[in-house]
């Protein structure tokens, strides 16, 4: 026996296995440190119908079009002409034809008021190949996504950790904000963002730093400029002078605005010293950039104001990424286009707790439902309190993403990767090479859904699919125990071809579950993708840890 136990505890499926359900306790109760009084939750974030909050479905105003104009025109001087005739951004995009270009208008209007206005260039509005007009409402998926992010933005700098925003179709945004009123969200999303400039005052370089709050340096700097009165344009693209230069977020300023910064700059002896004066950009009363003026700014303001400016962020891949945020930030007082609320929802607090409590006890049920059902068949403690267990800690593992998918998720995929190939070079597992091949793809198709997910909340459709998971992973741990009793006892390789025969059915079982449930994974709708992604991982999970652990278990102590 003690034999059977050094073997068990020192195999690579078992210690892969119990390292996983550690990394994940640490997920959920260690790293980071959970909020305060969050108690048995830890850094699991509920959604917003087990805790209550509001959802909101915003409209996204733009209009897509073709338009066919003379040849003495080019679709430079048309998206000019039509912002001015509109009043709105107007950006064109080649399509997949060479001369032919889309615009998008970021406002609606109608066919009848495009056709006028562009009467004014002899233009028409371009038609398909059976008559009908290249004209819907809709905007890009760029301008979709910059909306997203704006958003996002700023609710992250409001401090709302427990939100999730999607993109559905090509003009509507889907907001969940977990413990928020309607009234409320409404108020925040709607309203723009206060974006402002300020300029460093005393105290010396580095004082001022990214995050911190205007009541933390305001003794320190003083008021510039509101970024709806200064600020004329952003440009999109980071930028830099060189290879090696330092990244930078360019911008423009009002008449108002440049004026506000060299009257600040001279007056505050920014001009002679402007290491230790920086120019400091806050979103919503938390700084989101810090930074001293340059030398050639500094000399250049002596004279008169200037109205381009660049915000640098640093060289490297590291600098490009501070560029872009600090680009969004800029934009984030306001949206690219205007956003219509379409429809709202509102879950009442003590009903997502009642939600939340029904949920945990279905889950606890199930769990405990299919342990008795096994033991009923086996009627066997040995058998059954392993199952049990290794049910358990799916769900642990489960948890332990759904925590920390925002940085452990990358790093436990590669881990499995690693082992996975390892694995089957030293062929710990009898699996053919085709199936390790199958799993490692599906792998990363599952990675790629999970992280474009941004922050993963666990709500009713989670506990569905984790409840699913409980289902399918008892059937194949029913498969794996029945492969193992059949033969009774025999050698290690013949029991190694029932296990491997048994994985061969598992493996059929799985792959036909997960290809149903990428069909779901794939489509904008919230809640059938998060139902489908865990499932999925549920199943990859006890498919390359779970499993391969509780057939040892077996061969250990059977």
């Given at each position: 026996?003690?034999?059977?136990?050094?073997?068990?505890?020192s195999?690579?499926?078992?210690?892969?296995?119990?390292?996983?359900?550690?990394?994940?306790?640490?997920?959920?109760?260690?790293?980071?440190?959970?909020?305060?009084?969050?108690?048995?939750?830890?850094?699991?974030?509920?959604?917003?119908d087990?805790?209550?909050?509001s959802?909101?479905?915003?409209?996204?105003e733009?209009?897509?079009?073709?338009?066919?104009?003379?040849?003495?025109?080019?679709?430079?001087e048309?998206?000019?002409?039509?912002?001015?005739?509109?009043?709105?951004?107007?950006?064109?995009?080649r399509?997949?034809?060479?001369?032919?270009y889309?615009?998008?208008?970021?406002?609606?209007?109608?066919?009848e008021q495009?056709?006028?206005?562009?009467?004014?260039?002899?233009?028409?509005?371009a038609?398909?190949?059976?008559g009908?007009d290249?004209?819907?409402?809709?905007?890009?998926q760029?301008?979709?996504?910059?909306?997203r992010?704006?958003?996002?933005?700023?609710?992250?700098?409001?401090?709302l950790a427990?939100?999730?925003?999607?993109?559905?179709?090509?003009?509507?945004?889907?907001?969940?904000?977990?413990g928020?009123d309607i009234?409320?969200a409404?108020?925040?999303?709607?309203?723009?963002?206060?974006?402002?400039?300020r300029?460093?005052?005393?105290?010396t370089?580095g004082?001022?730093?990214?995050?911190q709050r205007?009541?933390e340096?305001?003794?320190?700097?003083?008021?510039?400029?509101?970024?709806?009165?200064?600020?004329?344009?952003?440009?999109?693209?980071?930028?830099?002078?060189?290879?090696?230069?330092?990244?930078g977020?360019?911008?423009?300023?009002?008449?108002?605005?440049?004026?506000?910064?060299?009257?600040?700059?001279?007056?505050?002896?920014?001009?002679?010293?402007?290491?230790?004066?920086?120019?400091?950009?806050l979103?919503?009363d938390?700084?989101?950039?810090s930074?001293?003026?340059?030398?050639?700014?500094?000399?250049?303001?002596?004279?008169?104001?200037?109205?381009?400016?660049?915000?640098?962020?640093?060289?490297?891949?590291?600098?490009?990424?501070?560029?872009?945020?600090?680009?969004?930030?800029?934009?984030?007082?306001?949206?690219?286009?205007?956003?219509?609320?379409?429809?709202?929802?509102?879950?009442?607090?003590?009903?997502?707790?009642?939600?939340?409590?029904?949920?945990?006890?279905?889950?606890?049920?199930?769990?405990?439902?299919v342990?008795l059902?096994?033991?009923l068949?086996?009627r066997?403690?040995k058998?059954?309190?392993?199952?049990?267990f290794?049910?358990?800690?799916?769900?642990i593992?489960?948890?332990?993403?759904?925590?920390?998918?925002?940085w452990?998720?990358?790093?436990m995929?590669?881990?499995?990767?690693?082992?996975?190939?390892?694995?089957?070079t030293?062929?710990?597992?009898?699996?053919?090479?085709?199936d390790?091949?199958?799993?490692?793809?599906?792998?990363?198709?599952?990675?790629?859904?999970?992280?474009?997910?941004?922050k993963?909340q666990?709500?009713?459709?989670?506990?569905?699919?984790?409840?699913?998971?409980i289902?399918?992973?008892?059937?194949?741990?029913?498969i794996i125990?029945?492969?193992?009793?059949?033969?009774?006892?025999?050698?290690?390789s013949?029991?190694?071809?029932?296990?491997s025969?048994?994985?061969?059915?598992?493996?059929?079982?799985?792959?036909?579950?997960?290809?149903?449930?990428?069909?779901?994974?794939f489509?904008?709708?919230?809640?059938?993708?998060?139902?489908?992604?865990?499932?999925?991982?549920g199943l990859?999970?006890?498919?390359?840890?779970?499993?391969?652990?509780?057939?040892?278990?077996?061969?250990?102590?059977?």
């Open positions: 026996m003690k034999k059977g136990e050094r073997g068990l505890i195999d690579i499926r078992v210690i892969v296995w119990l390292l996983f359900i550690l990394f994940s306790l640490v997920a959920i109760y260690a790293y980071p440190t959970p909020p305060a009084g969050a108690g048995i939750n830890g850094n699991l974030q509920y959604g917003l087990l805790v209550g909050g959802s909101l479905q915003l409209e996204l733009g209009t897509l079009v073709r338009i066919d104009v003379p040849d003495t025109v080019n679709e430079s048309v998206s000019s002409f039509l912002d001015d005739a509109l009043d709105t951004d107007v950006l064109f995009y399509t997949e034809k060479e001369d032919e889309e615009y998008e208008i970021r406002k609606t209007v109608t066919k495009l056709t006028e206005v562009l009467a004014g260039i002899n233009g028409s509005i038609k398909r190949i059976d009908t290249y004209f819907e409402g809709g905007i890009t760029e301008t979709r996504e910059e909306t992010r704006i958003i996002e933005t700023k609710l992250n700098m409001l401090g427990s939100t999730a925003i999607r993109t559905v179709g090509n003009n509507l945004i889907v907001i969940d904000l977990a928020i009234k409320t409404k108020n925040l999303v709607g309203n723009p963002g206060k974006f402002e400039i300029i460093q005052t005393n105290g370089a004082d001022i730093n990214d995050g205007l009541e340096m305001a003794n320190i700097s003083v008021h510039v400029v509101y970024g709806s009165e200064g600020i004329q344009s952003v440009r999109m693209v980071p930028e830099r002078t060189g290879e090696r230069s330092p990244w977020a360019p911008f423009s300023l009002t008449e108002k605005g440049a004026e506000a910064l060299r009257d600040a700059a001279i007056e505050y002896g920014a001009l002679d010293n402007p290491e230790d004066h920086e120019l400091t950009m979103l919503d938390v700084v989101v950039y930074g001293p003026l340059s030398p050639e700014l500094a000399e250049d303001l002596r004279t008169e104001p200037r109205y381009s400016l660049i915000s640098q962020t640093g060289v490297g891949n590291d600098g490009l990424k501070r560029a872009k945020e600090l680009i969004i930030h800029l934009k984030a007082g306001a949206l690219p286009v205007n956003v219509k609320v379409m429809g709202s929802g509102e879950v009442p607090a003590y009903l997502g707790a009642t939600f939340k409590k029904g949920a945990v006890i279905a889950g606890l049920l199930a769990l405990i439902s342990t059902v096994v033991f068949r086996y066997e403690k058998i059954v309190l392993p199952m049990f290794v049910l358990l800690s799916e769900i593992l489960i948890l332990g993403l759904i925590a920390a998918v925002n452990l998720i990358i790093g995929m590669g881990i499995l990767i690693i082992v996975l190939l390892i694995g089957g030293l062929k710990w597992w009898d699996y053919p090479v085709a390790l091949t199958a799993g490692i793809a599906v792998l990363f198709i599952v990675s790629a859904f999970i992280l474009s997910a941004g993963w666990l709500d009713l459709a989670s506990i569905a699919g984790i409840i699913a998971v289902g399918t992973g008892v059937d194949q741990l029913v125990t029945d492969e193992v009793l059949s033969g009774g006892k025999s050698s290690t013949m029991y190694r071809k029932r296990i025969f048994a994985f061969g059915i598992i493996f059929v079982s799985a792959t036909t579950t997960i290809v149903a449930m990428l069909a779901l994974a489509m904008a709708l919230g809640t059938l993708r998060g139902f489908a992604i865990v499932t999925i991982v990859l999970i006890g498919i390359f840890i779970t499993r391969p652990a509780y057939a040892k278990i077996m061969e250990t102590i059977i």
